[in-house]
């Protein structure tokens, strides 16, 4: 089956990724991607005119944290498939681009989650981030009712229409949280695939902090099951 790659935005939320940004969009765009929308959150280095040297359309964003540049970009798409990946460290593969794709496009499914899980690179992943997701989607399963291998993963495809019928409004990095919890909420067809995830470059370093993010995604999980299982939230 051949991926019309003119109907894909590539879109990739960026904050100080002058190493790697550039390496990213041209290697999405060697695979025949040529529609790449990166929303920058005001960078303190080149990230954002790296990004536009290289082909991609560039917006600033308004407001700060990793959720609002989810949320503020919903607006700008216009192709009828967006394929988001964390902005430009280089763990996550274009090569996989296709895996992901396939699912909205032939099989009718509205949601694509990234199993990073599946094949983590030696030392991609620590233990304590291996333990930690872990029990997050354990939590999950708990909570909102279904097992969804990777629900913080950072490589996700959607139809435009599934997007837009999220109410998205996780300012950080409880987005992904509330995108799964929303998928599930809206009755959306969601599909796990596995996908590579490989060590981290040198220069680039992660903006995730283990114990105060964790137990920020664990607080949003609780309380989203609000919407979606009340009586998992109240009991």
């Known amino acids: 089956m051949i991926i019309d790659r003119s109907q894909v935005c590539i879109f990739i939320p960026t904050l100080n990724e002058e190493p790697t940004i550039g390496e990213l969009i041209s290697r999405f765009r060697e695979l025949g991607y040529s529609h790449i929308f990166v929303i920058d959150g005001n960078s303190s ?48 593969l274009p090569e996989d681009a296709e895996l992901m794709l396939e699912p909205p496009l032939f099989a009718g499914c509205d949601h694509v989650i990234g199993n990073r899980l599946e094949f983590p690179d030696k ?16 939590l999950f399963r708990m909570a909102h009712g279904r097992y969804l291998a990777d629900i913080l993963s950072g ?57 105060h993010d964790g137990a920020k995604i664990i607080t949003t999980l609780y309380r989203l099951a609000k919407r979606s299982n009340p009586m998992f939230y109240f009991g």
Do not use: C, W
């Open 155 to 211: 490589y996700r495809a959607f139809t435009l229409e599934s997007i837009r019928q999220m109410h998205l409004r996780e300012e950080g990095f409880g987005i992904e949280t509330e995108i799964a919890s929303e998928s599930i909420r809206n009755q959306q067809k969601i599909k796990v695939v596995p996908v590579h995830y490989v060590k981290r470059p040198g220069g680039t370093a992660t903006k995730l902090r283990p114990f």
């Open 45 to 92: 280095d080149r990230t954002a005119e790296i990004a536009e040297k290289a082909g991609a359309e560039v917006v600033l964003q308004q407001s700060r944290g990793k959720g609002n540049a989810i949320i503020e970009s919903i607006e700008h798409f216009r192709f009828p498939y967006i394929l988001m990946l964390d902005g430009g460290d280089m763990t996550y």
């Open 123 to 138: 030392d991609a992943l620590s233990r304590l981030n291996l333990f930690g997701n872990k029990i997050i989607n354990d």
